[in-house]
């Protein structure tokens, strides 16, 4: 069990009690705030061009030690016990990262400069248009899906980031970069690992 | 026979894909597939071969990912490439002596170029030239190691396609191929449509372009039907044979090899020249191309020029034509005081906000020019072309004298920049074209020369002539020229306007040329200047004016330009102008009545308990930034209300009732950065009036304005939305706030502490990883700057945690911060520390 691939998904329903959330707005009924919110998601309509992909590998789960935290997928070995604990018991892995594109970020720069207002709310719809995007593709998944486990949660490091690119391909297929800190470009993009199971 | 030759009059015929192949041949996901180059040298030629054989004209070497940083040893990074070319040439030779067929057959070696695999400022974190230098150092070996041509391909960024173009420009003579991945919605991931990569690419001289990867054949339809429509130079289509997904474990792809075969046909018959395969194509698929376009005889479609003068950002081209241009004239100093205090004050915020601004005016290009003396223009001016293209798409005019200046801002330019400019004289032509022939450009020619600006229509007229004949000697054609004709003031003479329209119509009607002017000049010196100008206007677009560098604020030119529009049948219903007409009261109106009173407002809440607040405690409270620009405006010159007393008894108490509303979580966070926002507005009309009084050897400052805070993202962390917030907070509560951004060095952090001699340095850190960082900085302005507090914030920060790693105080929010400032700045003013 080993392969890569790439998906296109058209654009995810908006979850809008989510990017409230995410610009600490929960709960908020405010008009105005939420007729800004509703501005600001139809500017990014126009202006951020998302585009919702996804380039992922399937690994097969050789092995998988929780009190160790040895985790062999053959063309890739981890030890991280927060990891193994949550993909115990699985027989596969699959490895994705997502991105909803750069436009969203030049968006977030420009109205930093001109309505920090509309800056939090591009950035909340960004982190809500990619998680959206994630739940897009592990929900087409056959078989059951493991929750999402990233770099950077638990004992899983951030520094794995150069090897999740690699393995998905991602660099090629979506163009996620990393700075020197393992932070991705495009900002609104995320790295997972998701266990299949029977 | 040399390749540029061949693509002149033949369909070239590519290969397919490489990585899809060499997995199947024991490749494992992860590894570096140069590397087989060197381990397993006989299956590369095998597949290469095989390419060969089915008709490739052109098979890449497997290069792709053959550069400094996936090899940093350059002794590992030749040994790869080298092997890497000659492999491929052993591939043609073996092909070549397998059959008569092939042998006849012209065989092409060409070095790949991938992407960096990281993406470039300011989206990424890698400078243009590092990677300008990259591709150099890549591109220096495979033409050493003897490749006939270089293939960029599989570019998702415009900048980085430019960045990689220009360092087989500057490294060597080959051919190049420009090929970029194209998504669903037919543009790259960081926005540039097909046209927009054709004006850069054609202009820096690539010898073809067009798209390869991302999607099937039939998915990039649109793609290459917009490459059609606008490419001079030959079409490249090298389509991924569908998307492979993972199917019981394996890899698959989507599109057949007849499929593909019968697609790609169909674009060679509309005009590509240039076809092959990328990601799961196999020699097959390129086999069932070449067999189908040999049975229907198939000959290539003649290329013709399309004659297009465009400029274009990192998304889009901005044609010349028919429908007048407006370039933005704003940011630029003469005349302009505050401008120029942005310049010598190198504050970035403003001169971005002037561009920004007339980009909501909707001109299609900014003119950008910050030439004052005793600055380094090129480093400034390259500056601020980054820095707008970070937050603008418009395409930007370039404005220098300086070809130092020229040059340094169009190398870092992302896309085809509009050149102001050249003109008659022979020291500015060489220095000009040369450039204009490197990076690609349209120019704006003054028709000026030696003897200065010629009186009569006629004499400028030959200057525009000798211009146009100069330019074609460095192989730049007219296209790519724009007449400035040169409008001077009709207060001084006025014949002046005459002449200069005269030389429009020529220039229009009998040379055949674009014409732009500088239409504000021929006001100079007289009243009310926009009445004036805007009637100049509408006569030079008459005459066929295609540009204009202008004034988009000033309702008199949109007025112009709308209704030339509508009444030339470019404005489809007369839509755009309706939009202008609808618009226009509300937004070319005076400010509000003076003396508005709680209630008189339309904005003016009705709740009851609200009553009592003035209309500007209102507008700030309700985030209202014009209303409450406009009321402050009013106070001070209809009220004649002293600008401390609005701040003190206006202004602060507005904030700390959002502030305070804020805390008790009945206020959320954008509500209080507009409010923020609506009191800065107010803070813009106060300034001018306390800067006007202490002119005038009067005034006051506000009661935190000696406290001085340095802020910054420390060291590592690129997250600085809650670092801005802060900032703006500090700055509507009086404070002087240095931002030195995001990823700040802890020695810049203490330097600028001391330099400002602050009284209280803040930080923000998002990452846990970054916290060392945070208590580095601390240590160090601690050490350095004993006198100076250290406030720290952001999401990993507790109480708990800045007490460990040192920090006098911790602020769970922005309102947290404000609060230790006031505290800090009262005790300083009570001359405690």
């Given at each position: 069990m080993t392969g890569q691939g790439i998906r296109s998904f058209e654009e995810?329903?908006?979850?809008r009690r989510e990017i409230l959330r995410y610009a600490q707005?929960?709960?908020?009924?405010d008009e105005a705030m939420l007729g800004l919110m509703e501005e600001c998601i139809s500017e990014c309509r126009s202006y951020a061009s998302f585009s919702y992909r996804v380039s992922y590998a399937v690994l097969p789960l050789i092995s998988c030690d929780t009190v160790s935290g040895q985790i062999d997928m053959r063309h890739m070995s981890i030890t991280s016990r927060d990891l193994a604990r949550n993909l115990d018991g699985c027989e596969g892995v699959v490895v994705f990262a997502a991105t909803v594109g750069p436009g969203i970020d030049r968006l977030i720069k420009k109205y930093t400069k001109l309505d920090p207002a509309k800056a939090l709310f591009m950035q909340a719809i960004g982190a809500e248009r990619v998680e959206s995007l994630c739940n897009s593709f592990c929900s087409t998944y056959p078989e059951k899906l493991r929750p999402r486990f990233s770099p950077?949660?638990?004992?899983?490091?951030?520094?794995?980031q150069p090897d999740v690119l690699k393995i998905t391909n991602a660099s090629k297929n979506l163009a996620i970069t990393l700075d020197a800190g393992f932070l991705m470009s495009p900002s609104k993009s995320v790295t997972a690992f998701s266990g299949i199971c029977r | 026979m040399d390749f540029r030759q061949f693509l002149k009059d033949n369909f070239v015929i590519l290969d397919g894909g490489m990585g899809s192949l060499l997995q199947k041949r024991g490749l494992a996901p992860g590894e570096k597939p140069e590397m087989f180059n060197l381990r397993h040298p006989e299956i590369v030629t095998d597949i290469q071969k095989s390419y060969f054989d089915a008709g490739s004209n052109v098979v890449n070497a497997n290069t792709f990912g053959a550069n400094p940083m996936s090899f940093p040893d350059e002794g590992q990074l030749r040994e790869v490439i080298f092997a890497a070319i000659k492999i491929c040439r052993d591939a043609a030779r073996l092909s070549d002596e397998s059959s008569e067929e092939s042998r006849k057959r012209p065989k092409f070696v060409s070095f790949d170029m991938g992407s960096l695999g990281q993406l470039l400022k300011p989206y990424g974190q890698l400078d243009f030239e590092d990677a300008v230098k990259a591709f150099s150092v890549a591109v220096k070996i495979g033409a050493e190691a003897g490749a006939d041509l270089v293939s960029i391909e599989t570019m998702n960024d415009c900048l980085e396609t430019k960045a990689a173009l220009l360092a087989v420009k500057e490294t060597c003579d080959l051919p190049v191929i420009v090929t970029d991945a194209f998504d669903a919605t037919g543009r790259l991931m960081t926005g540039a449509s097909p046209a927009a990569m054709t004006a850069m690419l054609e202009g820096m001289g690539a010898d073809a372009i067009g798209t390869n990867c991302s999607l099937g054949p039939l998915q990039l339809r649109g793609v290459m039907k917009e490459f059609l429509s606008c490419a001079s130079v030959p079409v490249v289509f090298k389509p991924n044979a569908g998307l492979p997904r993972v199917e019981n474990g394996e890899t698959v792809f989507d599109v057949t090899a007849d499929e593909f075969a019968e697609e790609v046909i169909m674009q060679m018959k509309a005009g590509v020249r240039v076809v092959g395969g990328c990601c799961g194509t196999t020699p097959e698929y390129i086999r069932k191309v070449t067999e189908l376009a040999k049975a229907q005889d198939l000959k290539p479609v003649p290329l013709t020029d399309k004659d297009l003068s465009a400029v274009s950002s990192y998304t889009h081209p901005v044609y010349f034509g028919k429908d007048p241009i407006l370039i933005g004239?704003?940011?630029?100093?003469?005349?302009k005081k505050r401008f120029k205090q942005a310049l010598i004050e190198h504050d970035m915020d403003y001169i971005l906000g002037e561009g920004l601004r007339q980009a909501e005016e909707k001109v299609h290009i900014l003119d950008v020019n910050v030439g004052?003396?005793?600055?380094d223009e090129p480093a400034l001016l390259t500056e601020t072309v980054k820095e707008l293209q970070a937050v603008t798409d418009l395409p930007l005019q370039i404005d220098t004298s300086d070809p130092a200046a020229m040059e340094a801002a169009l190398r870092a330019y992302n896309g085809k920049a509009m050149i102001n400019s050249v003109n008659g004289k022979e020291e500015v032509m060489s220095a000009i074209f040369p450039l204009v022939k490197k990076y690609g450009g349209f120019v704006v020619a003054l028709t000026i020369d030696e003897r200065g600006i010629p009186e009569t229509a006629h004499e400028r007229i030959e200057v525009a002539r000798r211009i146009i004949e100069t330019a074609e000697s460095y192989g730049i054609g007219r296209k790519d020229l724009i007449f400035d004709p040169l409008c001077m003031t009709i207060s001084a003479d006025t014949t002046a306007a005459l002449t200069t329209l005269e030389c429009v119509r020529i220039l229009h009607d009998e040379l055949g040329v674009h014409a732009s002017l500088g239409i504000s000049n021929v006001s100079f010196g007289l009243p009310k200047r926009n009445l004036v100008t805007s009637g100049m206007f509408a006569a030079a677009l008459e005459r066929g004016l295609s540009a204009a560098i202008m004034n988009p604020f000033a309702p008199e030119m949109m007025s112009a330009y709308y209704s030339f529009r509508a009444l030339h049948d470019l404005d489809g219903n007369c839509t755009d102008f309706i939009g202008f007409a609808d618009s226009y009261d509300e937004k070319y109106a005076v400010a509000v009545p003076a003396g508005a009173k709680p209630g008189s407002s339309p904005e003016k809440t009705k709740d009851a308990d609200e009553a009592d607040i003035s209309p500007l405690a209102g507008a700030i409270i309700k985030g209202l930034k014009d209303m409450s620009s406009k009321i402050t405006a009013s106070m001070i010159k209809e009220e004649g209300r002293d600008p401390l007393e609005i701040v003190s008894e206006e202004v602060i108490p507005a904030l700390n009732a959002v502030g305070e509303s804020f805390e008790a979580k009945k206020t959320y966070l954008p509500q209080l950065l507009m409010s923020a926002e609506a009191a800065k507005e107010a803070f813009v009309i106060i300034k001018a009036e306390l800067e006007k009084a202490k002119a005038a050897g009067g005034g006051g400052e506000s009661k935190n304005s000696g406290c001085r805070i340095v802020i910054a993202t420390v060291k590592g962390d690129v997250h600085d939305i809650g670092k801005n917030i802060v900032k703006l907070l500090l700055e509507n509560y009086g404070f002087e706030v240095t931002d030195l951004g995001k990823d700040v060095d802890p020695q810049t952090v203490v330097d600028e502490v001391i330099r400002r001699k602050a009284d209280i340095c803040g930080l923000s850190a998002l990452m846990t990883t970054t916290v060392p960082a945070m208590e580095e900085t601390i240590k160090l302005v601690h050490e350095k700057a004993p006198w100076c507090r250290v406030m720290v914030g952001g999401a990993v920060l507790t109480q708990e945690y800045a007490d460990k790693i040192g920090a006098d105080a911790y602020s769970k929010d922005a309102m947290g911060s404000v609060r230790y400032a006031e505290k800090v700045s009262a005790e300083k003013s009570r001359g405690g520390k």
């Open positions: 995810p329903a908006i979850e707005c929960s709960g908020c009924t950077g949660f638990g004992d899983l490091p951030l520094s794995l | 004239e704003r940011i630029n100093p003469t005349g004052i003396p005793d600055i």
